[in-house]
């Protein structure tokens, strides 16, 4: 059972708009969300993240946004740039600690299109 | 070095035969953590070393897979008797604590092919 869902596998968008990644959560315990992003050959990176108790932490062309109640979080980039292509996880924690780690969603393959 | 380092980048092998996976974390992390992609899922973890405390081997698929940790320093996963299923890309991630907010960082992943 999946806990952290991408249901979007790739999304495209043209050079200069908005990217929205979306993701969905089903455990109540999760209190820290993160997003990394990876290139092909690469481990992820981490790109942002976003504690429970903000609905919005914004980082230069980057902001991520929580909505708690839905258990629905975002990540909006603008204006999106080639050097953005690349998937995208959403992970979440609970705030039992990392003891086992972050759990990660399957990704969305993000192509930004010139 | 500066980042997460895994060897070998790339493993071949038959099925029926172990295969043992390197991961040096960054120095001065504490924690350490495998994960496994499979082709077209995210990321399943495995196993996570903190410190000197045991591990936490809760993600471990069967009994074929195994991991050690010397001190916080070099990790091995070994997978023995691999099976087709066990092909993935398997990627090591250190940080400096496991606390809740602590990000991960990860290496480059070894690519394992299961004939």
């Known amino acids: 059972d999946q806990q952290v869902k991408q249901n979007s596998p790739s999304l495209s968008v043209q050079e200069g708009r908005i990217s929205i990644l979306n993701c969905d959560y089903t455990n109540s315990m999760f209190d820290y969300f993160l997003w990394y992003k990876k290139y092909p050959a690469e481990g992820p990176t981490f790109l942002i993240s976003i504690s429970s108790i903000k609905d919005k932490n914004e980082d230069g062309r980057f902001t991520v946004f929580l909505n708690k109640s839905a258990k629905h979080l975002s990540l909006h980039i603008v204006p999106s740039q080639p050097g953005d292509s690349a998937v995208y996880f959403c992970?979440?924690?609970?705030?039992?600690?990392?003891?086992?780690?972050?759990?990660f969603g399957k990704g969305t393959h993000l192509i930004i299109q010139p | 070095g500066a980042g997460v380092s895994q060897s070998p980048s790339n493993k071949v092998t038959e099925k029926g035969k172990d295969v043992e996976l390197r991961c040096d974390p960054i120095s001065g992390h504490t924690a350490l953590y495998w994960y496994r992609q499979r082709l077209g899922q995210g990321l399943e973890f495995l196993i996570y070393f903190q410190g000197n405390s045991a591990p936490d081997k809760s993600g471990l698929p069967s009994d074929r897979f195994s991991a050690e940790r010397t001190g916080e320093s070099v990790s091995t996963l070994t997978i023995q008797r691999t099976q087709q299923e066990d092909s993935a890309v398997y990627l090591c991630a250190s940080s400096f604590s496991s606390a809740t907010n602590e990000k991960l960082f990860f290496g480059s992943g070894t690519q394992l092919s299961v004939l």
């Open positions: 992970a979440a924690v609970g705030s039992g600690g990392g003891a086992d780690g972050l759990t």
